[in-house]
């Protein structure tokens, strides 16, 4: 079967830095993405990662690696703002998208 | 720029009653999806479409029909609700298939079935 893996909830300090993990089995892969969403509202992309290595936006940086079936999205510089769930999601064989059921980050001040 | 805009925002049902959300995007993206979200669950893809007057199934389509007569638009239909069709249920968009570009949202529909 599919599935997606990520830890439910997590907790970290304003101005530290986290890392949000995502291991997969999939049938298939084209590529995994990750989306954030704030309570009560629409997800939102982050970022998208095919080849293996990390790609950096900012305090946001995601790493993939295909053969261990493993993601991870690091935030840096922490903000309040930046309590949301975060959603890790994989293409599949078919460009479908698996998703996982997301890590609600918690950031305290 | 509206992006995606879903109504209606809010919805309680009673068990039996049937009832059509709505799903229109500005962007002329070709592909467009219908998810539901659940607690302690990833997002489960109902009904997608890949073009004007074309329908498919997704990961759990049962108790629910969609129609996509203009390209703007994706209908979401349940005909007779039951309870456990309450949920957040959200609609999204995109240029091409899901697995290769990036998905716009709308802001989601809470739907209760009593």
């Known amino acids: 079967g599919q599935n997606i893996d990520q830890p439910t909830e997590m907790t970290a300090t304003e101005g530290a830095i986290v890392q949000i993990n995502c291991t997969y089995q999939t049938s298939g892969f084209n590529g995994l993405f990750w989306y954030q969403q704030h309570a009560g509202e629409a997800p939102t992309f982050l970022s998208y990662n095919v080849l293996d290595g990390l790609e950096e936006k900012g305090r946001f940086s995601s790493?993939?690696?295909?053969?261990?079936?493993?993601?991870?999205?690091?935030?840096?510089?922490?903000?309040?703002?930046?309590?949301?769930?975060?959603?890790?999601?994989?293409?599949?064989?078919?460009?479908?998208?698996?998703?996982g059921a997301g890590t609600k980050l918690i950031i305290k001040p | 720029n509206a992006g995606v805009t879903q109504t209606p925002k809010f919805r309680v049902l009673k068990t039996g009653q049937s009832m059509t959300l709505l799903c229109a995007q500005d962007m002329n993206h070709e592909y467009m999806y219908w998810y539901r979200q659940d607690p302690g669950m990833g997002l489960r893809l109902i009904h997608y479409s890949v073009g004007e007057g074309t329908t498919a199934k997704g990961e759990v389509p049962d108790g629910y029909n969609v129609s996509r007569?203009?390209?703007?638009?994706?209908?979401?239909?349940?005909?007779?609700?039951?309870?456990?069709?309450?949920?957040?249920?959200?609609?999204?968009?995109?240029?091409g298939a899901s697995g290769a570009n990036v998905l716009t949202f709308g802001a989601g529909s809470r739907l209760t079935v009593l």
């Open chain 1, 63 to 99: 790493f993939l690696s295909r053969s261990k079936g493993y993601s991870y999205l690091l935030l840096k510089e922490l903000q309040m703002k930046d309590s949301a769930s975060y959603l890790c999601a994989v293409s599949d064989s078919n460009y479908q998208l698996i998703w």
């Open chain 2, 69 to 95: 007569l203009k390209k703007q638009n994706f209908l979401l239909g349940l005909e007779s609700a039951a309870p456990s069709q309450t949920s957040v249920y959200f609609c999204a968009s995109s240029s």
